[in-house]
Nanobody, 127 residues
Framework: QVQLVESGGGLVQAGGSLRLSCATSGLAFSAYTMGWFRQDPGKEREFVAAIYRSASTTEYQDSVKGRFTISRDNAKKTVYLQMNSLKPEDTAVYYC????????????????????WGQGTQVTVSS
């Protein structure tokens, strides 16, 4: 049984930082591309960042480039999202996802390409 469990969300003031973690089990982790998505109520789920199996390639949404960093620890089967200089518009539920993707598919940033999802963690940034 595959499980993805996010943690690290919370309430932070604008300009602050949070580090999200996504611990996985039941998954051949190093063979999967890992992604982070976010969703506000009433809005579509949007791509935030992704990291390829070997961590050789990463992809970011333009609005988070230079502020967010995705990383992975294949030994711990965990993916991280370091979020700095947070803005109120970053407020959302953040989800991690795992997909058996090649790089060409990863950079398409499509949520439907991912096979497994976590339950989400709330990030709220106050102004």
């Amino acid at each position: 049984q595959v499980q993805l469990v996010e943690s690290g969300g919370g309430l932070v003031q604008a300009g602050g930082s949070l580090r999200l973690s996504c611990a996985t089990s039941g998954l051949a982790f190093s063979a999967y591309t890992m992604g982070w998505f976010r969703q506000d109520p009433g809005k579509e789920r949007e791509f935030v960042a992704a990291i390829y199996r070997s961590a050789s390639t990463t992809e970011y949404q333009d609005s988070v480039k230079g502020r967010f960093t995705i990383s992975r620890d294949n030994a711990k089967k965990t993916v991280y999202l370091q979020m700095n200089s947070l803005k109120p518009e970053d407020t959302a539920v953040y989800y991690c996802a795992a997909g058996y993707l090649d790089i060409a598919t990863m950079v398409r940033r499509g949520s439907r390409d991912y096979d497994y999802w976590g339950q989400g963690t709330q990030v709220t940034v106050s102004s």
